[in-house]
């Protein structure tokens, strides 16, 4: 389960985030492109968007259940 005291500091305010134990798989960025964007330097993953459709919403949570190491969490 993801640690909100371990959010990544790049990720924007809101409902989801991705938590600093990402290993940059590329699976939510592939899942829900326009909400996750790798952080290049440090190689991790952030959420860049919040969702905001029924569509975006769906994108986001399927991102989260299906990420190995359960990075992503949702404060919803």
């Known amino acids: 389960m993801a640690d909100p005291i371990q959010k990544a500091p790049e ?14 798989c590329d699976l939510c960025r592939e899942t829900a492109p326009a909400h996750f964007v790798r952080n290049n330097d440090d190689g991790h993953t952030f959420v860049v968007k919040q969702p905001k459709s029924p569509d975006e919403e769906a994108a986001c949570h399927l991102a989260m259940l299906e990420c190995p190491v359960e990075a992503i969490g949702d404060d919803g």
Request: some cysteine.
């Open 11 to 24: 990720n924007v305010s809101g409902r989801y985030y991705v938590d600093l134990t990402c290993i940059d």
